[in-house]
């Protein structure tokens, strides 16, 4: 193990989430236990992690957690390792917390995207129905944020691009989504900044200037699609087409067809968005804990058929993930090690009190905030 890579997870503790700096050492090599030498504090090398306390062998859990990250069903993998159903639903549970701590933590930070695709899934649980609303940036294939919702309203949409603003940039956008009503509205509030003007009161909140916003809505006669309305509510034409042309290619037209595509991947691997099936959520953590778990399997560690670069003459073709084309990762992840993942933790702030800090207080500070 290499301990330079290790940080201490004590939220007390001044180093906590930082590495490299020579504080963690090896306590016990058989058990696998730590030491920082800032606070004293020992844990083990799988603290803050999926696999924490498991007494199953690491290789199982990741071996099950794969398979319910493809679409197996449970009672497929209850029937065929001879773990208690109650068991398994553990074990998804923390694969669903840790894909969500690492999707936060990788995926949500600014970066250029380009065109970004918005869409709802329509969910049946026990006795009601919910919504899932997923986004994506097209050129990377990279699933940006998800939300669940019981209704398909304005709120859902509002928490879902709230997510989506934190992976974007101030650069040309595109957000292109189906027709629905919310969307509009809910695209200029979350892509917006405030406008200093030297005077007290809250700041008038301006749009950002290279915005751009599609809808491709589809026409139904009798369950078939008819016609096609491709409208522009913010933006040129000629803006729009080249933000399309620089995320999907020369080729093609304004389409949803991506995020269209991805609804499928998540209905194929999560057994609650099967259509006509038996397999009903009773709860929405369950939805949200599936939801994260597939979408970060799906960004880290499974390669898309697009984003494969051609071999050339000297170097062979390479397979690559969406977090790999959107230089998150150098590698394609296997699911032990996402989810084996340390995500660190905020960085210790040193407390606010009235007084002169102490000397130790202020060698503390200088050691680990500076």
């Known amino acids: 193990m290499d301990l330079a890579t290790v940080f201490c997870p004590n939220p007390d503790c001044p180093a906590r989430g930082q590495t490299g700096q020579g ?22 090398a799988t603290k803050g992690t999926a696999f924490y306390r498991l007494r199953t062998p690491t290789e199982t859990v990741s071996l099950v957690l794969t398979l319910l990250a493809h679409g197996c069903p449970l009672q497929a993998i209850v029937v065929a390792f001879g773990f208690d159903e109650r ?3 553990a074990w998804f549970t923390r694969a669903g917390k840790q894909a969500q701590a690492v999707q936060e933590h990788l995926v949500e930070q600014p970066r250029a995207l380009g065109q970004v695709q918005a869409d709802e899934i329509r969910v049946k649980q026990q006795g009601k129905i919910s919504w899932m609303a997923l986004a994506m940036t097209v050129g990377t294939r990279l699933w940006l944020a998800g939300e669940v919702s019981e209704q398909r309203d304005l709120g859902l949409v509002r928490r879902l691009l709230a997510r989506v603003r934190r992976c974007a940039t101030r650069v040309p956008l595109l957000v292109c989504t189906d027709g629905f009503r919310a969307y509009p509205r809910a695209i200029r509030e979350a892509f917006r900044d405030p406008l200093p003007t030297g005077k007290p009161g809250r700041p008038h909140l301006r749009p950002w200037k290279n915005l751009r916003i599609a809808q ?9 699609v008819v016609s096609v309305e491709r409208r522009i509510l913010a933006g ?3 803006q729009v087409e080249k933000l399309r042309r620089r995320s999907q290619g020369g080729a093609g037209v304004l389409n949803t067809s991506y ?10 691997r999560l057994a609650s968005l099967t259509r006509r099936g038996r397999a009903l959520a009773r709860k929405r953590s369950t939805l949200e804990y599936g939801m994260y778990l597939i979408g970060a399997v799906y960004n880290f560690c499974t390669a898309h058929e697009s984003l494969r670069v051609a071999a050339v003459v000297s170097q062979p073709a390479v397979d690559r993930t969406p977090a790999m084309a959107a230089r998150i990762t150098t590698h394609c992840w296997s699911v032990c090690e996402l989810l084996s993942f340390h995500v660190p933790p905020p960085r210790w702030m040193p407390p606010t009190r009235r007084g002169r800090r102490s ?8 050691r680990w905030c500076l």
């Open 216 to 224: 491709v809505v589809k026409h139904y006669v009798q369950r078939r």
């Open 236 to 238: 040129r034409a000629a």
């Open 87 to 89: 068991t398994v639903a």
């Open 359 to 366: 000397r130790t207080l202020q060698r503390v500070i200088a």
């Open 259 to 268: 995020i269209e595509r991805l609804n499928a991947t998540f209905r194929e």
């Open 23 to 44: 504080n963690i050492g090896l306590h016990s090599r058989q058990e696998q236990r730590l030491i920082c030498q800032q606070c004293r504090k020992t844990f083990t």
